[in-house]
């Protein structure tokens, strides 16, 4: 079963969701390729104007899929690091694409899920959700995603939220720049709806060639900052919290620092 959906209309805006509502969107590795894949085919259709980044079920995305971490503790250091930059990849390959990525965050998201609202040029949540950076509660790093969420938020904003697993709301979003506004959950499509019709007016090629400069101008993410998150990500696997964090979560207990 397909665990990503894409619609294009005859508009030329393609709507990708994740499709994994029954695990609240969770990114487990073959969920993470099927994305990746699918956004890399879409850069190269030209056909493809705007596309939409959605989700199904009740959550936008609850980050990592808890499952997949773990069989990482029995990994070589080797495998480790592949299985590491699954998930910055994937960022990537949304955050390299050449048409304008309209984010429609209708639930809840945690980890994972904020590095995708982070790779949007424009995030429109509804007023409702909650929002964290929560890896460091399971002995973890926001590693991966930290490279678009810093490019997202600011460092001065990230501070706030980076460290600390603190859950916030839609309204700080806004304030720290992740989301872009909030809306009342049936305004969402036409909020999502005024955002894309603009480009609709645009010639596709400009537009692409602008978002291009604006990255080169304002400081893209860089290789060498992905390569960084990656290894930072293998090597906190390997420590003791984070086998305590991840156990206690399965065990359905506290994690002894708490």
């Known amino acids: 079963m397909s665990l990503i959906s894409v619609k294009t209309d005859a508009r030329g805006v393609a709507v990708l969701s994740l499709a994994r509502a029954d695990k609240h969107n969770a990114l487990s590795a073959a969920m993470m390729a099927e994305l990746e894949d699918v956004a890399r ?55 390299d694409l050449p048409q304008p990525l309209i984010g429609r965050i209708h639930g809840n998201a945690f980890g994972g899920g904020v590095g995708l609202i982070s790779v949007c040029d424009v995030a429109i949540g509804v007023e409702t959700v909650s929002l964290g950076l929560t890896e460091t509660r399971l002995g973890l790093l926001p590693a991966n995603i930290g490279p678009y969420v810093l490019a997202r938020m600011g460092g001065t ?28 959950a049936e305004a969402l499509d036409d909020a999502v709806e005024a955002e894309v019709k603009p480009y609709l007016s645009c010639a596709p090629g400009a537009v692409a060639e602008a978002k291009a400069l604006m990255r ?30 991840v156990g206690a979560f399965f065990d359905k207990r506290a994690p002894s620092w708490q």
Do not use: H
Not at 157 to 184: H, I, K, P, Q
Not at 220 to 233: G, H, N, R
């Open 157 to 184: 904003r990230a501070s706030e939220v980076f460290m600390s697993a603190r859950v916030f709301g839609a309204d700080e979003a806004v304030r720290l720049n992740l989301l872009s506004r909030t809306v009342a």
């Open 41 to 95: 085919n879409l850069a190269q259709d030209g056909s493809v104007r705007v596309v939409v980044l959605a989700a199904e079920g009740a959550s936008f995305c609850a980050g990592g899929d808890l499952a997949w971490m773990r069989e990482q503790f029995d990994m070589d250091p080797d495998t480790r690091r592949i299985e590491s930059r699954r998930i910055a990849t994937m960022l990537g390959a949304l955050y």
């Open 216 to 245: 080169a101008l304002s400081g893209p993410v860089t290789e060498a900052q992905v390569d960084m998150a990656i290894d930072a990500l293998a090597a906190r696997w390997q420590s003791d919290e984070a086998r305590e964090g």
